[in-house]
């Protein structure tokens, strides 16, 4: 079955520090790809996706993605952290297989910035 | 905005009782999803509807469990006979499928906790 892994549940970094939170996923098909962010109290809100073309994605707030396909990962960055991007960040994957069409989502990684 | 709109966005009740929730999409949007998303776990998906039609469900989705989506609008889920177990956040999403892929919008989301 289709799943997406995100290597850190937690992580802990000073404000100005670089991020990089890990993505993988398990299908070898054509895939969409999504970054979302649910700040304290907030609703899941979208990053930045890729569906197609430069594989190296640039989304809101300064976050960027790369798609590398022979690693199936989709790693997010952001070159300095702020106390505001302290908040959980889930990977998730649209893997098109027929009619399979559902989003599928990793555990989520908890990002601690701390001023 | 019409963004995703959930009610009621907190619900408590006793084990046993049923509950509904409702769910209002972006309008034109003719993809609409529930998910569950406990502590410290990422949304896992439920259902799917397009337009009126319920394409898939999810193992998760016991007998107790029942979405609809009468006029290809608004989208109710029940749970009867409710659980502890099922003490969650329900989330609902929708999406419309265009020419550069399928970017689907979350709900604030209903906090159900059945004591």
Redesign the interface.
Known sequence: AQS?SQHNHHVILSEAASLELGCNYSYGGTV?L?W?VQYPG?????LL?Y??GDPLVKGIKGFEAEFIKSKFSFNLRKPSVQWSDTAEY?C?V?AFSG?Y????????TRLAVHP | DTGVSQDPRHKITKRGQNVTFRCDPISEHNRL?W?RQTL??????LT?FQNEAQ??KSRLLSDRFSAERPKGSFSTLEIQRTEQGDSAMY?C?SSRQDY??????????SWLTVV
């Open positions: 997406v969409n999504f979302y907030q609703h899941l809100q979208l996706k569906f197609s889930f998730a649209i009619g069409n559902k989003l599928i989502f990793g555990a989520g | 999803y998910y410290g776990q990422g949304p896992e998906f799917y394409l898939e989330l999403a550069s892929g399928n970017t689907i919008y979350f709900g604030e989301g």
